[in-house]
């Protein structure tokens, strides 16, 4: 196995790193519920939330820098959301020479805000707990086995098939094939049905190798991942922390 889908994840031995994953995921969750409840207009809650992550970060030993570099995912939201405001309709302001929309510079700030708190909330998770235990905490929260075994599958075979396509990638290149323009997508078009194709009879493979070990629908769990309820609560002080600001605000509106 590689560790290709490892990046996210950072070792250590902290509280936040020995917590259970399903206390982790659940308190992710609620702090995402919290900002999204959060009025747009309330930039101090917002402003908390931020400082909530900081100190999440700050003891589980995740520096500033490895959060930044993971946030690229959310590029897409940003050029979405600064286009929103050129693109709005309703009452306009002039800034810098430029027409914007007032409605659209709140949508901006509010998909910029709560995506940006939600991606960090996300970011450290994925740091502090390892992908395959990340997914045996969503089986202990109880959600679709299904969904939870194939994500395993996904995730214990994709530097498999990866490392399937480099190996394709030289052998066309030993060849003297380089891709330079649309005249040779038909080429990487047949070399992806051809991956498509290895990757099915592999999983055929692996299921039949499966099932002649008693494989009955249900993958066993060999780790205890119970949690005590003092790990609960303290997993539990994002939200409720956050759901305290939310809150509070509402009580100075």
């Given at each position: 196995?590689?560790?290709?889908h490892h990046q996210l994840h950072r070792p250590g031995d902290t509280l936040v790193h020995r917590l259970p994953p399903q206390c982790k995921l659940a308190a992710v969750a609620g702090f995402a519920l919290v900002v999204v409840a959060t009025p747009r207009e309330w930039f101090w809650a917002f402003g908390l939330y931020a400082v909530l992550l900081a100190a999440v970060a700050t003891l589980a030993r995740v520096?500033?820098?490895?959060?930044?570099?993971?946030?690229?995912?959310?590029?897409?939201?940003?050029?979405?959301?600064l286009a929103i405001p050129f693109i709005g309709y309703g009452e306009r302001v002039t800034f810098m020479g430029l027409?914007?929309?007032?409605?659209?510079l709140w949508a901006a700030w509010n998909i910029l805000a709560k995506a940006t708190l939600g991606v960090v909330a996300s970011v450290l998770l994925a740091?502090?707990?390892?992908?395959r235990l990340i997914l045996l905490g969503a089986q202990?929260?109880?959600l679709p086995p299904l969904l939870v075994q194939?994500?395993?599958f996904m995730l214990r075979y994709m530097d498999v098939i990866l490392d399937e396509m480099r190996r394709m990638?030289?052998?066309?290149e030993s060849r003297g094939f380089t891709a330079r323009d649309v005249r040779h997508i038909p080429v990487i078009a047949r070399s992806a049905g051809a991956l498509f194709i290895r990757s099915y009879e592999r999983g055929e493979r692996v299921h039949l190798a499966m099932l002649s070990r008693g494989y009955t629908g249900a993958m066993p769990v060999i780790q205890d991942l119970s949690a005590a309820s003092r790990q609960w609560?303290?997993?539990?002080?994002?939200?409720?922390a956050a759901l305290a600001v939310l809150l509070g605000s509402w009580g100075f509106v």
């Amino acid at each position: 196995m590689g560790s290709g889908h490892h990046q996210l994840h950072r070792p250590g031995d902290t509280l936040v790193h020995r917590l259970p994953p399903q206390c982790k995921l659940a308190a992710v969750a609620g702090f995402a519920l919290v900002v999204v409840a959060t009025p747009r207009e309330w930039f101090w809650a917002f402003g908390l939330y931020a400082v909530l992550l900081a100190a999440v970060a700050t003891l589980a030993r995740v520096p500033a820098g490895f959060v930044l570099r993971r946030m690229v995912v959310e590029v897409p939201f940003v050029v979405f959301a600064l286009a929103i405001p050129f693109i709005g309709y309703g009452e306009r302001v002039t800034f810098m020479g430029l027409s914007l929309s007032v409605a659209g510079l709140w949508a901006a700030w509010n998909i910029l805000a709560k995506a940006t708190l939600g991606v960090v909330a996300s970011v450290l998770l994925a740091a502090t707990t390892e992908p395959r235990l990340i997914l045996l905490g969503a089986q202990r929260l109880r959600l679709p086995p299904l969904l939870v075994q194939i994500a395993m599958f996904m995730l214990r075979y994709m530097d498999v098939i990866l490392d399937e396509m480099r190996r394709m990638r030289v052998a066309r290149e030993s060849r003297g094939f380089t891709a330079r323009d649309v005249r040779h997508i038909p080429v990487i078009a047949r070399s992806a049905g051809a991956l498509f194709i290895r990757s099915y009879e592999r999983g055929e493979r692996v299921h039949l190798a499966m099932l002649s070990r008693g494989y009955t629908g249900a993958m066993p769990v060999i780790q205890d991942l119970s949690a005590a309820s003092r790990q609960w609560l303290v997993a539990g002080m994002l939200p409720g922390a956050a759901l305290a600001v939310l809150l509070g605000s509402w009580g100075f509106v």
